[in-house]
Each structure stands twice: as structure tokens, then as C-alpha cells.
């Protein structure tokens, strides 16, 4: 893991398309801007653990039917 120290209104620059500024710092929470093109997907860690869970109960289902339910 990479631990950089930002200001307020600093960034850093992933893969030439990404970047993160920091917005505000108040106590112990940090606000980020994040600017991405639309194709690069961003989620909140437990957003995308939930995302990653449902997709693997999907990718489970062996009966047809269950899946069909599964749809509506």
C-alpha cells in the first residue's frame, strides 16, 4: 500500500484519468473529489463488497428456475 500525506485542495493522479483531491478535513473524516471519466467505476468499499457478494450468490445459482426468480 502507498501512504501519501495531502493538504486540503491537493490530489494525486491515477493511471493519467483519475484523480483525487482532498475537499476537507474535519476531525477524523476526510471529504474526496474524485474526477473520473464515466467509464471507470467508483464505489465505497462496502458498496462494492455487497456488489461482489450478490454477484457471486448470482454466478451460484444452478437451477434454471432459481435464476428466473431470481430476474423476476
Known sequence: MLAL???V????I?????EVTVLEVKGDQVKLGINAPKSVPIYRQEIYKQIQEANATAADIKDPKALS???G
Open 69 to 71: 426468480d431470481l430476474l
Open 5 to 7: 500525506a495531502r493538504k
Open 14 to 18: 491515477i493511471n493519467d484519468n483519475v
Open 9 to 12: 485542495n491537493e490530489s494525486i
